[in-house]
C-alpha cells in the first residue's frame, strides 16, 4: 500500500533536508518551493503580476527574480505577504509538472505493486 506524507514546518526547520532523504530512498516528492520557483522563471502570467505588484526592483538586470528582495519586502510585511499569496497559490494548484503519479486533486493514492 502507497502511503502519502505532508512535510510542513517554519522557516530553517529542515523541510528541504528531510525531503532531500526522502528522495534519495525512492520517495517521490512534491516540492512546493521548487514549483514556486519554476513559475516565477518561466510563467509570464506570475511574473507580469510580480512586477505589477513589487515593481522592478525586485527583478535582477538579467530579468531573473530578485529573491533576496521580494523576501525582504514580503517578510517585513503582513499585507504584502498575502498580496504575493494570491499571485502564486492559484498557479501552483494548476502546475502539472508539481503533482506526482497518482497525485491529483480527488484522486486516490494507492501502490501500483511494483
Known sequence: MGL???????????????????REWGGHVLSSD???HRLYASDPEVRRAVREAFGERVFLPDGSLNRAELARIVFSDEFQRQRLMRIVHPRTRGDPPSRGPGVFPGAPVRDRGD
Not at 505532508?6 to 530553517?12: F, I, R, W
Open 4 to 22: 502519502l506524507v505532508g512535510l510542513t514546518g517554519g522557516m530553517a526547520s529542515g523541510k528541504s533536508t528531510v525531503a532531500g532523504l526522502w
Open 34 to 36: 521548487e514549483t514556486v
